[in-house]
């Protein structure tokens, strides 16, 4: 079975400081798939990133970047200078060979900036 | 470009009645998902299929029945809703696993 655990529930930072949010993933399979979303108020649910387990190279787009580590089984999520618009629940999600290979949720993190 | 349509947007039941949510993409796609958001939990799969006429179980069907007749339509049927099926339900799609999941705007359920 793979499990995807999200240990921080709630962040709370102040407008400009970084921010990383954790991910710790469980899985038996040599190829699996990584992906971040975003859950802003309004509900939606966003797609951020996707990162196969062949390529560990570190992704940054704009303010934010990637950090994937096989050897720990993460993939950490960093804002840097956060936004007040980045308020919003952040979910990290695997994609295995199992139950038709369709995505295994973290709980989530809920991040709050403030102004 | 519609995406990934699903209706009704909020709904509200009384214990015991049945109901579809219905979910609709424009995209071609083969897979298509269902999955519920709880408090705490993330998103966990309940069905899932990978082309019309395919469908399987996932994480938590129990109380739920999909059916998939066309590429377009995945509809999830409640067959006797239960206060624990209250929760926000989405709908996604994709080309395949290695592809992201494009998701409707969920659906509000409340039961009770």
């Known amino acids: 079975a793979q499990k995807v655990t999200q240990a921080q529930t709630e962040i709370s930072v102040v407008e400009k400081e970084d921010v990383t949010l954790d991910c710790v993933y469980e899985?038996?399979?040599?190829?699996?798939?990584l992906f971040w979303y975003k859950q802003p108020p309004s509900g939606e649910l966003v797609f951020l990133i996707r990162?196969?387990?062949?390529?560990?190279q570190n992704e940054i787009s704009g303010r934010y970047s990637w950090n994937f580590q096989k050897s720990t089984s993460s993939f950490n999520f960093t804002i840097t200078a956060s936004q007040v618009v980045d308020s919003a629940v952040y979910f990290c999600?695997?994609?295995?060979?199992?139950?038709?290979?369709?995505?295994?949720f973290g709980g989530g993190t809920r991040l709050m900036v403030k102004p | 470009n519609a995406g990934v349509t699903q209706t009704p947007k909020f709904q509200v039941l009384k214990t015991g009645q049945s109901m579809t949510l219905q979910c609709a993409q424009d995209?071609?796609?083969?897979?298509m998902s269902w999955y519920r958001q709880d408090p705490g939990m993330g998103l966990r799969l309940i069905h899932y299929?990978?082309?019309?006429?395919?469908?399987d179980q996932g994480e938590v069907p129990n109380g739920y029945n999909v059916s998939r007749s066309t590429t377009e339509d995945f509809p999830l049927r409640l067959l006797s809703a239960a206060p624990s099926q209250t929760s926000v339900y989405f709908c996604?799609?994709?080309?395949?696993?290695?592809?992201?999941?494009?998701f409707g705007d969920g659906t509000r359920l409340s039961i009770l």
């Open positions: 990162r196969n387990s062949f390529d560990e």
């Open positions: 999600a695997l994609s295995g060979n199992n139950a038709g290979n369709m995505l295994t």
């Open positions: 299929s990978v082309g019309a006429g395919i469908t």
């Open positions: 996604a799609s994709s080309w395949d696993r290695t592809q992201p999941q494009h």
């Open positions: 899985t038996r399979d040599t190829t699996y798939y």
């Open positions: 995209m071609n796609h083969e897979y």
